[in-house]
C-alpha cells in the first residue's frame, strides 16, 4: 500500500554534496521505520543508513558524510550526503519496515522505491 519515491539524484563531482528525498504516500510515515539502501550495477544492494525508532544508524563507508533525517509531517525521509565520493556511486532507494523493524538487512523492509541515480565523477 505504501508507495515510496525518491528524487535529488543526479552527476556531480568529489567533495561535493546532494541531498536526496523520499516521498511517502498511501500510508502514515510515522507508522513505519525507514532506511536508504544504494546498489551499484551489477553488485549486491548494500545498506546505508536507517531509522529504528528515534534510533539512527549507518555503514561505516558514510558515517560522518551522511545523515538520514525526517519528517512524518511531510511524508518524507531525507539522505544528506557530504564529501561525496566516487565509490558512492549507485542507484539509491528508500525502503519502508514496519515500526520496530528498521535495520540494516533488506529483508526487514517491506516497501521500497525505485531509487535515484547517483553518480559521483570528475
Known amino acids: 500500500q505504501l508507495q515510496l519515491v525518491e528524487s535529488g539524484g543526479g552527476l556531480v563531482q568529489p567533495g561535493t554534496s546532494l541531498r536526496l528525498t523520499c516521498a511517502a504516500s498511501?500510508?502514515?510515515?510515522?507508522?513505519?521505520?525507514m532506511g536508504w539502501f544504494r546498489q551499484a550495477p551489477g553488485k549486491e544492494r548494500e545498506f546505508v543508513a536507517a531509522?529504528?525508532?528515534?534510533?539512527?544508524f549507518y555503514t561505516d563507508s558514510v558515517k560522518g558524510r551522511f545523515t538520514i533525517s525526517r519528517d512524518n509531517a511531510k511524508g518524507a525521509v531525507y539522505l544528506q550526503m557530504n564529501n561525496l565520493k566516487p565509490e558512492d556511486t549507485a542507484l539509491y532507494c528508500c525502503?519502508?519496515?514496519?515500526?520496530?523493524?528498521?535495520?540494516?538487512?533488506?529483508?526487514?523492509?517491506?516497501?521500497w522505491g525505485q531509487g535515484t541515480q547517483v553518480t559521483v565523477s570528475s
Open positions: 525502503a519502508a519496515a514496519r515500526r520496530g523493524g528498521g535495520g540494516s538487512n533488506e529483508d526487514q523492509y517491506d516497501y
Open positions: 531509522f529504528r525508532w528515534s534510533v539512527t
Open positions: 498511501g500510508g502514515t510515515l510515522s507508522s513505519y521505520d
